[in-house]
């Protein structure tokens, strides 16, 4: 008799193998969509200029 997995949302399957399949992608679409609003927040922010950095100083 083969072991029987059962998720967290009651899909059952016959290998660990296909579950992990099944699921592992999910938390990484999620997290590639908050670190893409992560980004366009930060880069919504306005900047402000630095001073003292630009070329030749102190040539």
């Given at each position: 008799v083969a072991a029987s997995y059962t998720t967290q949302w009651?899909?059952?399957h016959t290998s660990i193998e296909t579950t992990t399949r099944a699921y592992a992608?999910?938390?990484s679409a999620?997290?590639?969509r908050h670190?893409?609003?992560t980004l366009e927040r930060l880069r919504a922010q306005p900047?402000?200029?630095q001073r003292g950095r630009g070329r030749?100083?102190?040539r």
């Open positions: 009651g899909t059952t992608g999910t938390e999620a997290a590639v670190y893409d609003k900047v402000a200029p030749g100083r102190g």
